[in-house]
């Protein structure tokens, strides 16, 4: 998987993040799964779970089609 391209998708997630004084940090790659960790404001967020399934895998998987699944460590 191109982690240069991985990067650019997730500064698209990070704009709507730092919105609402969160962020995301990319934590590893194994195959076609994307591990990643909410950070901020984001990170103690009720929501967090339906913004990593609904919003931020949605945008991954639609700009990288290869991905499988994201999941929040």
Known sequence: ????LLNS?????????RKEG?????VDVKGTVVYVRLT???SSCMMAGITMKTWVERI???ELPE???VRAV
């Open 60 to 62: 991954i998987k639609e």
């Open 22 to 26: 969160g962020d995301i940090e990319l």
């Open 40 to 42: 901020g404001e984001c």
């Open 9 to 17: 998708v997730l500064e698209k997630v990070r704009e709507g993040l």
């Open 1 to 4: 998987m191109d982690r240069d």
């Open 67 to 69: 991905v499988t699944e």
